[in-house]
């Protein structure tokens, strides 16, 4: 089965040359992935917005840039935006969980920008990591800033806007799983990825309780990405719950694993 990793990064560092990266791509059929970039003071060990750039000009048919921003400061993440737009990027990360909330109109600019674009918006949601800070930022961290109810808002201001939360919406970590489901199931234009630990445990909670909610969760809606320097972490995982949930449905799985970022990234086939 195809696949595009619609959740990584560029470790210069541990993996200087990509090397492991598309390793792991190789591995597990991998046909691109998408590298977004991270702000230097929230981890330094992974690439930032120049660094992701020239990864990507060095493996263009492999890698799709990222750019991140900070969307409360407005006119420089218009800027920043629009420079990496003209470089051929196609996706805008934010972290709302280090200082704003999603649905301040301070950031609507931004998303007006982006979908003017029609770039795609991946939101980082869950837990904040202190440890990967090389400072403290202005505003102490915290699960406060994006509960999934917040994108609730953006799908009603800005329905043509393509977003995808990050870790199944913020997976188990403190947040109502049903919560999530209703605003990824509710919204055309949202999406959820399952990258990283917690949201394989999400899924999986899912899966085994699924006849418990209302509004089942829109199996079209998801998406995959690893979050790992060994895409092929998790991927097990992942697939023994999807294959649960779909029932061995194979385009089902297509669509999760590949189809869905082909068309948000707006690959040519």
Known sequence: MK?????????????PDAAKVLKGMDEHHIEKAL???????ISPFVGDNEDVADMVRRHSDRFIGGVCVKPLAAAQARRTIRKYFDKGFKCVKMFP????????????PVYELIQELDMLLLFHTGGASKSLMTERPPVIPSLKYSRPGYYDTLGHAFPDLKMVLAHFGGGITVYNLAEVISVCTNHKNIYLDISCSTAAAALEIYSKTVDRYVTPLDLNKLVWGSDNINPGNWLKRNLAALEKLTKGNNELLEIIFYRNAHKLLKLIA
């Not at 696949?3 to 990584?8: L, S």
């Open 3 to 15: 696949k595009i990793d619609i959740h990584q990064h560029y470790y210069p560092e541990l993996d």
């Open 35 to 41: 590298i977004m970039a991270c702000h230097k003071d």
């Open 97 to 108: 969980v280090y200082g704003f909330y999603p649905d301040d109109p301070k950031c609507f």
